[in-house]
Nanobody
Framework: QVQLVESGGGLVQAGGSLRLSCAASGRTFSTYSMGWFRQAPGKEREFVAVISRSGSSTYYADSVKGRFTISRDNAKNTGYLQMNSLKPEDTAVYYC???????????????WGQGTQVTVSA
């Protein structure tokens, strides 16, 4: 019972940065862990990062660890994914998702945003 809307995607050169935002509806955001996933054409949806309800715990895929930072501002009902040192292999549609569980498994998530395209040029 939460709606999620991603924004902030775009075209960036390799080595550049983007910050994605995930705006959640209402006051329910703090009830949910928030994850970021990405999906390239012809590929499975891939876990990127997750943050717990309070923001006290985070977990990252090895492929983005040290480059991406997940955060949230529950007062603003918004989650973020700061992406630095972007690589062409980061090109994908990025989705935010919410669930009551702290999990890396996409199928576990109950709520999903519409996705935002991130394209990293070489």
């Amino acid at each position: 019972q939460v709606q999620l809307v991603e924004s902030g995607g775009g075209l960036v050169q390799a080595g550049g940065s983007l910050r994605l935002s995930c705006a959640a509806s209402g006051r329910t955001f703090s009830t949910y862990s928030m994850g970021w996933f990405r999906q390239a054409p012809g590929k499975e949806r891939e876990f990127v990062a997750v943050i717990s309800r309070s923001g006290s715990s985070t977990y990252y895929a090895d492929s983005v660890k040290g480059r991406f930072t997940i955060s949230r501002d529950n007062a603003k009902n918004t989650g973020y994914l700061q992406m630095n040192s972007l690589k062409p292999e980061d090109t994908a549609v990025y989705y935010c998702a919410a669930d009551t569980s702290f999990t890396v498994v996409a199928r576990t998530y109950a709520y999903w945003g519409q996705g935002t395209q991130v394209t990293v040029s070489a």
